[in-house]
């Protein structure tokens, strides 16, 4: 294992016909971590640049360099994904893996989300990017999960909720 990477999750099924493929995050801060990364290490491939990464259902697609076919994809399936974590700024500053307050639109979990006067689900983490970061949540019912946005002008976060305001078609659909 290279040093200062950690395994963040797991390649999965491969995603369409150019080498796309799932990745499943088994680390608290894995898609944090990815977001961020230029690179990462792949059991079977090694390391290679990171061309995508993004938020797909439950799981998310990541494309690499060194992956272009349907084919290349499959052969990694089950292999570890690697990333490195990035080195504290100065002694005793914050490590932005471990720090929640690390992403600029910080919410607590355990929030309510709420759409016209309902609640459609509840705040269960921050990840993604630190400077677009997504807050995962739980749909009324547990038994779906979607993604927003934290940054975008429809969505409001609050001490006590956060807020969604004139959405756009599409993204609460089923929800």
Avoid: K
């Avoid at 439950?58 to 990694?76: C, H, M």
Wanted: aromatic letters at 4%; glycine letters at 10%.
């Amino acid at each position: 294992m290279p040093e200062g990477t950690v395994t963040v999750g797991r390649v999965g099924r491969s995603h369409g016909l150019r080498g796309l493929f799932r990745v499943r995050i088994d680390h608290p801060h894995g898609a944090a971590l990815l977001a961020g990364a230029e690179r990462v290490w792949i059991d079977g491939l090694g390391e290679a640049r990171v061309d995508a990464f993004v938020p797909h259902g439950r799981d998310w697609l990541l494309s690499v360099d060194r992956v272009r076919r349907i084919e290349t994809a499959q052969r990694l399936l089950h292999a570890d994904v690697r990333a490195r974590v990035p080195a504290s700024p100065s002694p005793g500053a914050a490590d932005p893996v471990e720090d929640d307050d690390a992403y600029p639109a910080t919410v607590r979990t355990g929030v309510p989300v709420l759409h016209d006067g309902r609640t459609l689900g509840t705040v269960v983490a921050t990840c993604g990017s630190p400077l677009q970061p997504l807050l995962r949540i739980a749909l009324e019912g547990g038994t779906d999960e979607r993604y927003l946005p934290a940054q975008a002008p429809y969505v409001q976060v609050h001490d006590d909720a956060v807020r969604l305001i004139d959405p756009p078609p599409g993204l609460l659909d089923d929800a």
